[in-house]
């Protein structure tokens, strides 16, 4: 259609800059149909469920409506259109849909904690104690968070410690030596993925604390973290590693480089950004284990800094020892923890996408600015030397 | 090529074959490689100890009971002992075969939206988005279960039961449908759903351009490309991701803690109040045995195996079917 326009133009006037047609893909028949049915939906739904059907409870209305709007959009749509094309419309109504469900059930997860934690973590007292002057029926503003949440932190940096190194070297072993050997390696690592958090913490409760006889310990429990979180560093950042050009490679090779101080100098550093994503996202992953924490870290109401002695507890172990109490003031604490770890995810997840998300290579916003910071300096002392 | 080439000029030169080039790594080289490789193998060895130490702890409990262990329907660990899985190991499947039902084609359809129908200036978010529901704390799903879900799906578990006809509690109370298999299985479907959406997106978005192209040109609509196109190349990726959803199904352990009851008898009326699972099991039970020669911790070490083994199998294979479909990223 475009070429037609451009045909029927009269020679004389000079071409205008070609820009290509907008073609939409929503019409003004679509959106009616879509709000129209919905509407009629909606009232046929009120009719129904309130005043006919013996039925209660918002949930049942919503899936009626649905449902009907469904029926609704179909008949409407088949009206006026043929049948592959109806078909076509009501599939991309109905998929994006889920869409919508997904966003809607992640916003609900995070408000929901966030509304009914805010009780919590508006009391100063709840970031500054512990559980160590708090009895049974203490109010919420007796007691709070302190101990578990230097407990996370300290599991944590532990895990992290122990899992990164390990990780990234396995990712290196699947993306740069690669070879027939490494494919049991990768399949074993996309099984451990997914493999029930809670062994973890019976794998360490049955070595590391019985067989080898470490105490129940912030340290125990970093290692079992570090078994969850080992798969996902390696299996991220071997994607990462995987998107690096090879053509670096090569020319690393080509200038007499080893393999080590290719990837030393030159994968590793090209993936970077990706990398950290990799090490953040498991990171955010790891800080809302409770299971295996649940076996090995011990419980304590009290402070304790130090990870290696004694019993220590992390903020999703804090949330599950309070929610099982049953009084309203520990589940408000437990929402409250809630709140705090969610938020921690959050900080580590935005962190993850400042920092990554990129392809290897890509500048981010801050290196850009700074390149052109040094352009402008360079072109300035260059016009100052040549005035 | 080149050696082609020269022969078809230069005739005379008969045996113009390149030179076989040998790499020899460098000790350096050879050291790196060395610790790549014990690093990467080092998967192996963990998974190798798990399965050795969960062994010889449960050694006691699969002596003591044999055979039975897997038949016997209760869990009663002081003396008269008497204990096993038949009731806790089909509650837990039950869970994980309810969230797959729910799981799978939600997860499938949130895929197809992102990588198909969203906008691409919504395309980023989303993904984001779905990896943000993996990086939800197992902790945060089973509040959310038990405080904001239970109160407003027991009216629908109800409805279920009354039109389906298989549950009927002779006074229809609420507190009959609560902390059920159904719930469970619905609030382990919403952590499952990341992991199949993320994994058949990312294969569904390798669909050749070109055959979408070709499908378009043949008249096809958008769903029709999606169903001759998109949908039979993305069939591997997806099998594989259900089977690691599975695998994430049946070991999930905090959230059902939270919303079950125990139970002690199967049954597959999954509206019905109380469940139960190996993992919450362990969960549960494991500071009830602090002597490590207990025959109790003995006997969560053996379900704890039971679980472990079951888990790696069907992860592997969903492994090993994800990797054959991701077969642009084969190991070179």
């Given at each position: 259609m475009a070429t037609d326009i451009a045909t029927e133009r009269p020679a004389t006037q000079p071409p205008a800059a070609d820009v290509p047609l907008r073609i939409r893909s929503v019409t003004a028949a679509d959106m009616v149909t879509l709000v129209g049915a919905a509407a009629g939906a909606l009232a046929l739904d009120w009719v129904l469920y309130e005043r006919v059907l013996p039925f209660s409870g918002a949930l049942g209305f919503w899936v009626c409506w649905y449902v009907l709007f469904l029926v609704f959009y179909t008949s409407i749509a088949s009206l006026q259109w043929d049948r592959l094309a109806v078909q076509d419309k009501v599939v991309q109504v109905a998929l994006s849909t889920f869409g919508v469900l997904a966003t809607a059930i992640v916003i609900d997860q995070v408000a929901y904690t966030l509304v009914r934690g805010f009780a919590a973590v508006r009391h100063s007292t709840f970031w500054t104690q512990t559980m160590a002057s708090a009895g049974p029926l203490s109010p919420i503003t007796v007691g709070g968070i302190a101990h578990a949440l230097v407990g996370t932190l300290e599991m944590l940096a532990l895990s992290t410690f122990m899992s990164v190194p390990l990780g990234i070297a396995a990712a290196v072993y699947l993306a740069e030596v690669g070879g027939r050997a490494a494919r049991p390696v990768r399949t074993l690592v996309d099984a451990m993925t997914?493999?029930?958090?809670?062994i973890a913490g019976l794998f360490i409760l049955a070595f590391i604390v019985l067989t080898i006889g470490v105490p129940k310990s912030g340290f125990a429990a970093s290692l079992a973290l570090a078994i969850t979180m080992l798969p996902i560093v390696a299996r991220a950042a071997e994607t990462v590693l995987r998107i690096v050009p090879g053509t670096l490679r090569e020319a690393s090779y080509a200038l007499g480089g080893s393999q080590w101080r290719t990837v030393l100098m030159v994968v590793l550093p090209t993936a970077r950004s990706g990398l950290a994503t990799a090490v953040v996202l498991a990171m955010a992953r790891g800080i809302g284990e409770t299971a295996p924490v649940l076996l090995v870290a011990g419980y304590s109401r009290v402070m304790n800094v130090n990870p290696f002695a004694n019993w220590q507890t992390s903020l999703p172990l804090y949330t599950y020892d309070e929610i099982q109490s049953p009084e309203t003031a520990d589940h408000i604490r437990a929402f409250g923890a809630g709140f705090v770890l969610i938020i921690l995810v959050l900080i580590l997840f935005t962190i993850a996408r400042r920092i990554g998300g990129g392809t290897p290579g890509e500048l981010t916003r801050r290196q850009r600015r700074r390149i052109a910071r040094q352009d402008a300096a360079l072109r300035r002392m260059a016009e100052r030397t040549m005035g | 090529m080149p050696s082609e080439a020269q022969t078809q000029v230069m005739p005379a030169v008969p045996d113009d074959t390149p030179r076989t080039i040998v790499a020899r790594p460098s000790t350096g080289d050879k050291i790196f490689r060395g610790i790549l490789r014990a690093s990467g193998w080092s998967v192996f060895v963990i998974t190798g100890l798990i399965l050795v130490f969960l062994i010889l702890r449960a050694l006691k409990a699969f002596k003591f009971m044999g055979f039975a262990f897997l038949t016997t329907s209760a869990w009663i660990t002081q003396s008269p002992q008497h204990f096993g899985i038949a009731a806790i190991l089909p509650f837990g499947v039950l869970i994980a075969l309810i969230a797959m039902i729910i799981a799978v084609p939600t997860g499938i359809a949130i895929a197809l939206y992102i990588s198909e129908y969203a906008p691409p200036r919504l395309r980023q978010p989303l993904i984001a988005l779905i990896d943000l529901m993996a990086a939800i704390p197992s902790i945060i799903f089973g509040l959310w279960g038990l405080f904001f879900l239970m109160p407003r799906i027991l009216g629908f578990e109800s409805w279920l039961g009354r039109h389906l006809g298989f549950y009927k509690p002779s006074p229809a109370l609420a507190s009959n449908y609560a902390n059920s298999t159904f719930i469970a299985g619905v609030v382990v479907s919403l952590m499952v759903i990341p992991i199949v959406t993320s994994l058949s997106r990312q294969v569904f978005s390798q669909a050749p351009q070109g055959e979408r192209e070709g499908a378009y040109a043949l008249g096809s609509t958008r769903w029709g490309m999606i169903r001759t196109v998109v949908l039979p190349f993305g069939r591997g990726g997806v099998i594989g991701a259900t089977m690691l959803g599975l695998g994430r199904a049946l070991g999930e352990t905090i959230a059902v803690t939270l919303i079950i009851v125990p139970a002690w008898h199967f049954t597959f009326n999954m509206l019905q109040s109380g469940s139960n699972s190996i993992a919450s099991r362990i969960a549960v039970d494991f500071?009830?045995?602090?002597?490590?020669?207990?025959m109790g911790l003995s006997a969560l070490m053996a379900a704890g195996l039971v679980l472990f083994a079951m888990t790696l199998i069907v992860n592997t294979l969903g492994a090993v079917v994800i990797g054959r479909s991701r077969s642009g990223q084969a190991t070179g």
């Open positions: 997914s493999l029930p958090d809670i | 500071s009830s045995y602090p002597d490590p020669r207990s």
